[in-house]
């Protein structure tokens, strides 16, 4: 996907990764970007000893024979160093679809990733020794790390070369920051790096910050993880909600609010844990893919030769649950008196002034798309998927929030006529008037029936929650047995809900999802950072509880996972199921309960768990007023951090916290 740069300089990004919107696992990789001042460094290749992988890094291997090490510490300078580079050839040999695996190979160049394989020493003395690829983004790769001083382990970001200067932002804001107490922030859900250091290597010089790990979530988490209960989940939103109010009092905007920069924080027995035992955790390396160049040349010394999958520490999570949610990744954050002049955004929960106008920034841009992660932490889905067309976009929002207002609408309609995707309504015969959505079919048809039992718009998000909660999804494996899976059907507290609220089952076992060999232990549960205050519920005005024959049932569930055959009277009259009993290429089953059930809507998730989904009528009421305050297309309208965190969905939270 390539990047568009709207008129108001805003670079719109692809995403990176994977994922599954119904059946549809759309892949888009992480795009180029022009080099702002193109630091193209070299190293000779000659000095990089390459086979099968095993290696060792270019960096450290040029700095071992330059006898100077890298250059380290704050104030760490050093001249590139030359080399044979010659950019014509610097082509590497794609696979289809490998982009989703790993980081963009095109980006190790001059300018770009550090070329790291695990066994690499990166800071001064090789300090931190790479065991492991945590991630990567855009602009960086993430490892796991071994900080020999401390014994300890940590996550390395190494930045893009071009990227690496005093006038980035992620290291503007680590400045800003950097003398704050660091029990403030961690008391504020802030995940600032404690540190940084400058590392020299054949594709430049990058700058590394050095955080605690945290396990990411990367999108929302997967079943099996114990982080599908009700009250988990408002706490979690409630701590995000808390970072990010901290940063607006402190006049900074995070700029990139998305699951993907939320991180769980582990407990302090992970830093200590030997590297076998954390590796029985999240499994040993997986190589990927060996790099080549088209021409035949090595890969050195500008490209690791292997590229690894990233091990995920969300593995670990469920056995070293703190509760406590992180925000990390402060590489779009800015000063909001500050805009920086080059604006850069993911497409996913980018506001509409970010989309569709020259508007700057500010805290309002980062309230949208904090309501997007609830939705996406608190629901099954994204409210606009991240790996949409920018028409898709505009359908999504249309879809949910109605039809765009006067203040986007000639920017989007110049922008449309170039568009002729089946969504858009070329061929209408009428002109557009205002209150037409933009783009069809969905958008009309929906707010056709949206209209139709709700004549208020602004009830869009209700309306958006109570459809989603009908649409219950389970998933479970062949094997599965009876006792073994994951029945959430409660709510979060403060809300009514049927008679089994809370129930969990966990299954034990081997984790399926990774070919990593690993072990989900038992979880410590559900254990939210914010205390759950005891006493009880708001009732909200004319709150019913849920018909318990709308309620999907564990002996049903039960009966599924037996492999019983299954007809429509298996399941209460009123939820009108439909069972696809239909295989996936795992060797899963999925079974969705709806009104219809088409393949499309299908979803894709772990065969080995089964998660039901719901939240009850009172929980939609109150969360959708939450939402309606939050999506409104002008960002004056929307509101504060300070009144979100004082919504009645965080009643329970607050009152926890003044106990
Ligand atoms: N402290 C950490 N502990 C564990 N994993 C981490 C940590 N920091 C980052 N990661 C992993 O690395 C990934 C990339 O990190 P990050 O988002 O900071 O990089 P980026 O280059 O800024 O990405 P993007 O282009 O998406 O903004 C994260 O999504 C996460 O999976």
Known sequence: MAAKRTEAGVLILGMKGPTAIGTETIHTAMIDIETKDGQAMDADSDQVNHKNGERTSAGV????????????????????????????????????GEELEHEDKEQYRPGGFHPIMPGDRLGHQGRYKIVDKLGWGYGSTVWLCKDSEIASWRAVKVLQARDSN?????????KALEHVDREELEHNNIGLPETYFWQDGPNGRHLCFVSKLVAAMDSRPPPGYG???????????????????????????????????????????????????????????????????????????????????????????????????????FGLSYETAKLPPEQMSYRSNAAPELLFKRSPRGPATDLWALACVFVQLRTPYALVSEYDTWVRVLQGMEWCWGPLPEMYRSDVSAKLEGFDEYFVDNERETPWKPGDPLSIPISLETHRRTKADDSDQTKSMRHFLNQAEQN?????????????????????????????????????????????????????????????????????PGSEKPATDQVLRADILRAIARGRPYKRGDFPDSSNPCICDWDDARGGRCIRVAEECTAEQHWYGDPDRIVVWQICKNEQRVLGDLLEGIFKYDPNERLTTEQVINHRWFKQRREALKD
């Open 472 to 540: 219950f999804k389970c998933h479970l494996t062949k094997e599965l047995i009876p006792q073994e899976f994951m029945f959430y059907n409660g709510t979060s507290d403060g809300y009514s809900s049927d008679e089994d609220e809370g129930s969990i089952q966990h299954r034990k076992g081997k984790t399926s999802t990774s070919s990593r060999t690993t072990t989900l232990p038992e979880h410590r549960g559900d254990k939210p950072a914010t205390p759950v205050a005891t006493e009880t519920t708001e009732k909200e």
């Open 166 to 174: 005093e006038e980035n932002q992620e290291f503007k804001i680590f």
């Open 227 to 329: 982080l599908h209960s009700p009250t988990l989940l408002v706490d979690l939103c409630f701590q995000l909600a808390v970072a990010v109010k901290y940063l607006h009092d402190k006049g900074i905007c995070h700029g990139d609010i998305r699951t993907q920069n939320i991180g769980l924080r582990l407990d302090d027995a992970v830093e200590k844990m030997s590297q076998h035992e954390l590796q029985q955790h999240i499994g040993d390396p997986l190589r990927h893919s060996e790099v080549e160049r088209l021409s035949g040349r090595p890969a050195y010394p500008h490209a690791p030769g292997v590229l690894f999958q990233r091990g995920s520490l969300m593995q670990l999570e469920p056995n070293y649950r703190t509760g406590k949610l992180v925000l990390i990744d």
């Open 61 to 96: 291997k040029a700095a071992e024979a330059s006898g100077t090490g890298e250059s380290s510490g704050r104030d760490g300078s050093s001249s590139p160093r030359r080399s044979e580079f010659d950019g014509e050839d610097l082509v590497y040999r794609q696979i289809p």
